[in-house]
């Protein structure tokens, strides 16, 4: 009966799957016990396979998975004790177990040192087979549990450092991280918060990461970047025959996402007659596609960003205010780079990487000089600059090691220290606040334009106002 296999019911079969320990093997010389170690196993729900040999063993072994081997330890040819060192040495997962007539306790702590999880002394009793394999399946359990903990503890150890692709290194991130990885349990709408280029979409794609919906779709859009005519169409879809080009139906992104999550970037850029559906989207969980007559259900996280003030949005009555509360669940305030320069250092390695690995470039690191200059420099592009800073260095770098000569002029140009005496004068005679007001705000003006090479938006940021507020001052001050 070598190499045969007994069937069991379905039913018990799929109970020892579940526990654990399944496919045995016996090895034996006699032809009796294998016999009638195939049949006591199969009415327990193990499914048996069998070997007369060391040799046949290891065939066996070789074409299939085995959990379990019990053998006995006198055959003619390759002894049971030899079969152990060898199926220990290749097999490390499996449970080896060996049986003997002429057993002893110094035969058993012989096996146990050459890998044998356990003895049975021939003969044997059914129950004492069992029981033996019952243990084995415990142990098992008991070491695979510990392996998963391991490899979940592995990843988190990994992951202390990182949210999903963002890098979390100063005080301030690591905040953020913590709230990320316990809000993203919760399908709570959450409103990121910052500056361009800090780094918003991949908090959102974080929360995604984290989320009971991390195997759902995530749809990234940004509402500035669609032309108002076509964000209604790509948003909610549109049926066959809407309008002139709708030659069939299409779904928007919203349906595109359900069971996911659906990221609205620079949501303050959405037409305030599109708040009116994204509303009901929030509200309701509903969505109209152009022409349809039907709401559709979706099911739906959903994650906005922006860079804009919203509350002076609604203010001005260009954002809705009840939309406003709806998407302001649970803010998360990303904050710019320079005001976390702990990262600063910890991104120029991970970014270095990066851009070795996309352009093949093999820069291994900075100069104390560069180190000094990035954490100096004021980031107006934040995280994104930083990133664009280092390629465009490790493409012009002369070396291994990125020098102050292949950093953009910008970068290199020392910062203004802060608290230094401005350079401004007021006319002869005059103690006017209202001039020297005009006075200082025309050289802060000068200074962040030539901090930024003439970059308005950049200035802007810096200066705290808006693009247009600033263009207004330029050339109320002669200075464009």
Avoid at 47 to 68: C, F, K, N, Y
Avoid at 357 to 367: A, C, E, F, N, P
Avoid at 418 to 432: N, V
Wanted: charged share 30%.
């Amino acid at each position: 009966m070598a190499g045969d296999n007994v069937g069991v019911p379905s039913g018990r079969r799929r109970d020892r799957v579940s526990a654990g320990l399944t496919e045995v093997l016996v090895v034996d010389d006699e032809e009796p016990v294998r016999h009638m170690l195939t049949l006591m196993l199969g009415r327990e729900g193990f499914t048996v396979h069998t070997a007369e040999s060391g040799e046949q063993a290891l065939e066996r072994l070789a074409t299939r998975p085995i959990d379990v081997m019990l053998s006995d330890v006198r055959m003619p040819g390759m002894g049971g004790l030899t079969l152990v060192d060898r199926v220990v040495a290749v097999y490390r997962g499996l449970t080896v177990v060996v049986m003997s007539a002429f057993g002893s306790v110094d035969l058993a702590l012989d096996a146990m040192k050459r890998g044998a999880y356990d003895y049975i002394s021939k003969p044997f009793t059914a129950d004492e087979v069992v029981l033996v394999l019952r243990k084995a399946e415990e142990r098992e359990r008991l070491r695979r549990d510990n392996a998963r903990l391991r490899s979940r503890l592995d990843a988190v150890l990994a992951d202390a450092d990182r949210l999903g692709e963002m890098l979390v290194h100063s005080t301030g991130m690591r905040s953020i991280a913590a709230t990320v990885r316990k809000v993203a349990a919760f399908k709570t709408t959450v409103l990121v918060l910052g500056e361009s280029g800090v780094g918003k979409e991949l908090v959102s794609r974080a929360l995604h990461r984290y989320s009971p919906r991390a195997e759902g779709p995530f749809v990234a859009v940004n509402c500035g970047a669609i032309p108002h005519g076509l964000l209604e169409s790509e948003l909610f879809g549109h049926v066959r025959g809407a309008f002139t080009d709708a030659h069939q139906d299409r779904r928007g992104l919203f349906e595109q996402g359900h069971g996911g999550t659906v990221f609205l970037d620079e949501i303050g850029e959405l037409p305030v007659e599109l708040q009116v559906k994204l509303l009901r989207v929030v509200q309701e969980g509903e969505i109209q596609r152009i022409g349809d007559e039907s709401p559709r259900r979706v099911d739906v996280r959903i994650v906005a960003a922006t860079s804009r003030d919203l509350d002076e949005m609604v203010a001005a009555g260009s954002f809705r205010q009840d939309l406003y509360y709806r998407i302001n669940v649970m803010p998360i305030s990303v904050p710019p780079l320079r005001a976390r320069r702990d990262d600063i250092l910890p991104l120029v390695t991970d970014f270095l990487a990066r851009i070795n690995r996309k352009l093949g470039t093999r820069v291994s690191g900075i100069t104390d000089e560069v180190a000094r200059v990035l954490t100096a420099y004021h980031w107006p592009g934040n995280v994104r600059e930083l990133e664009n800073v280092l390629e465009h260095a490790a493409v012009l770098s002369e070396g291994p090691v990125i020098e102050s000569g292949a950093l953009p002029q910008r970068v290199r140009r020392p910062p203004v220290p802060e608290g230094a005496r401005m350079s401004f004068e007021l006319p002869p005679g005059t103690l006017s606040v209202k001039q020297a007001q005009r006075a200082v705000e025309r050289e802060l003006i000068l200074r962040a334009l030539e901090q930024t090479d003439g970059n308005r938006t950049h200035a802007a940021r810096l200066l705290e106002l808006s693009p247009r507020a600033l263009l207004y001052k330029i050339k109320d001050y002669g200075l464009g």
